[in-house]
């Protein structure tokens, strides 16, 4: 997310809002968001259904229990609401190809 | 057959079976068993609607013709990423 906001400048060139998402309250959310400085919106999928919809719920094995909670995963939607760019895993930490998509959707 | 590839298959086979008995008849399932997103590229984004971090509802469909939109689902509040 801080990766985010520190490219929020090229983000807002491209005529592009952020929305990160996660099973966190709203109350989490929010103190994680001061905590980094992060001025887009933090979104609470708290009953899990847009990680169902968007088929990225996973399950993690902690302490011989089982928790469905997000796979990490960025989604580019365009201003027709189409996807333009799915990134799954360890490198959808790095925002620099979604952003890259969206400076070129813009150009479009 | 060559020997050797015999040898290095009973070797496996005996080492599978090894495996297979110690698990238990009901195993966890395991991480990479999570399937990933059916979503690509060309598909209608699902529409929703979730509360913003002061607990006011952002709807996905409302950037429609105005912005292009990051969803940057991640793990957990105070992780990495």
């Known amino acids: ?108 | 057959m060559h020997l050797k590839s015999f040898a290095v298959a009973a070797l496996a086979a005996v080492i599978a079976a090894g495996v297979a008995s110690r698990l238990p008849a009901k195993a966890p399932v395991p991480q990479a068993a999570v399937a990933h997103t059916s979503l690509k590229v060309g598909d209608t984004a699902p529409d929703f609607t979730l509360l913003d971090n002061k607990w006011k509802p952002v709807h996905l469909a409302d950037f429609r013709g105005k912005k292009t939109v990051v969803l940057a689902f991640y793990v957990l509040a105070f992780t990495e990423g």
Request: net charge neutral.
């Open chain 1, 1 to 108: 997310m801080q990766a985010y906001q520190a490219d929020r400048q090229k983000l807002e060139a491209a005529d592009t809002v952020v929305l990160g998402i996660s099973i966190d309250s709203p109350a989490a959310n929010n103190a994680f968001a001061e905590k980094l400085g992060v001025t887009f919106p933090l979104l609470s999928d708290m009953n899990r259904k847009v990680l169902k919809q968007y088929g990225i719920l996973k399950l993690y094995n902690v302490e011989k229990d089982e928790y469905e909670w997000a796979q990490r995963t960025t989604f580019v939607v365009d201003k027709q609401g189409v996807i333009q760019h799915v990134e799954e895993g360890t490198s959808a930490v790095n925002p620099n190809s979604a952003i890259a998509v969206c400076t070129t959707l813009h150009k479009k």
